[in-house]
């Protein structure tokens, strides 16, 4: 029977912090038909261009476009792979060189479901999500960020 | 009477992050463009997308109604 699942909010103030993550892992072995998880954590690059260096990057979505984005995903991830279940936090305002901003995390009873439903999200939402990331100058200022595809 | 802008990412820092306008009834999307680039020149060269309520439209013909919100959307950069 084709499962529905609520429309979950995915977003964190600030960086998702490694205890968080590290609870959401614990949360799961009660969750005895897993067998395989797969996690990709976004990190932000302290990338230097020119003579600037990132400090920051600083997020900022639309909330209302973007909530029902990342629920069709999720929706797809779920038709397509065999997951037993799928998580997703993206940051919203600022997160320093170094922090996490985006934690994706996919279980299935088999490891193969999980790793190719993990990158297809990630890929997917770096497409699809209206968020859009300020990277903040050490040194003052600042310029848009730009996904490649 | 009164619609909602919302910008986005590289075009917020034009035109700010929402801004409360009045346009003539009968407005089309197109009418609304011209107004913002006369307000806001550099808008003419910059890359983004329009949204009506929160659906992508590319239709400059669509008459605006009253409240509506139109949001405009330059390229994604999350994750």
């Known amino acids: ?149 | 009477m009164k619609i909602t802008l919302l910008a986005f990412g590289m075009v917020s820092d034009h035109t700010g992050r929402r801004l409360e306008l009045q346009v003539p009834e009968g407005s089309t999307l197109r009418d609304l463009k011209w107004q913002l680039e006369s307000l806001f020149p550099r808008l003419a060269w910059m890359d983004f997308k329009w949204a009506r309520n929160e659906q992508m439209t590319e239709d400059f013909d669509l008459l605006l109604q009253e409240n509506d919100t139109i949001a405009l959307i330059p390229p994604f950069s999350g994750g």
């Not at chain 1, 261009?49 to 029902?68: K, L, N, T, W």
């Not at chain 1, 629920?71 to 998580?87: G, T, V």
């Not at chain 1, 940051?91 to 934690?103: D, K, N, Q, R």
Request: with cysteine; net charge negative.
């Open chain 1, 1 to 149: 029977m084709e499962k529905l699942h609520k429309m979950k909010s995915v977003w964190v103030e600030g960086p998702v912090s490694p205890a968080f993550i590290a609870d959401s892992i614990a949360k799961h072995s009660s969750m005895q038909d897993i067998g395989a998880h797969s996690i990709f954590l976004g990190q932000v690059r302290r990338d230097r261009i020119g003579a600037q260096e990132v400090c920051a990057i600083e997020y900022s979505a639309y909330a209302e476009m973007a909530d029902p984005v990342f629920h069709r995903i999720r929706e797809d991830m779920f038709a397509k792979y065999q997951l037993n279940c799928l998580h997703v936090y993206h940051s919203l305002g600022t997160v320093a060189a170094g922090e996490i901003c985006l934690f994706v995390f996919t279980s299935s009873p088999h490891r193969r479901d999980a790793i190719d439903a993990c990158n297809e999200l990630v890929e997917r939402i770096k497409k699809e999500a209206p968020v859009w990331g300020k990277e903040i100058f050490a040194e003052g200022g600042h310029q848009w960020k730009q996904n490649l595809v």
